[in-house]
């Protein structure tokens, strides 16, 4: 059974850093561009950094220069290090891959909060 665990979320004040991970399980997922998506209250869901499978990265705008996703193959997993969170970071964070179907992990929540 193919399944995407993100884990790394919780609670933190403006400024701070959290890294998510997403463990990938069941197959890989080596040559498949990997994502980050994320959903905020009363919002829809937005990408906000992809990855490659050579490793070459995007991102959406509001978070350049703040996150950064990274991956590693041998583990199967993918990586988003967020620095310098602000309150509109709040969201559940999802990962994704698009192979032969779509894949999605159940989310972890990140809530920036003084």
């Known amino acids: 059974q193919v399944q995407l665990v993100e884990s790394g979320g919780g609670l933190v004040q403006p400024g701070g850093s959290l890294r998510l991970s997403c463990a990938a399980s069941g197959r890989s997922f080596s040559g498949y561009t990997m994502y980050w998506h994320r959903q905020a209250p009363g919002k829809q869901r937005e990408s906000v950094a992809f990855?490659?499978?050579?490793?070459?990265?995007t991102y959406t705008g509001s978070v350049k220069g703040r996150f950064t996703i990274s991956r590693d193959n041998a583990k199967n997993m993918l990586y988003l290090q967020m620095n310098n969170l602000k309150p509109e970071d709040t969201a559940i964070y999802y990962c994704?891959?698009?192979?032969?179907?779509?894949?999605w992990g159940q989310g972890t929540q990140v809530t920036v909060s003084s």
């Open positions: 994704n891959v698009v192979a032969e179907i779509g894949y």
């Open positions: 990855i490659t499978s050579g490793g070459a990265t």
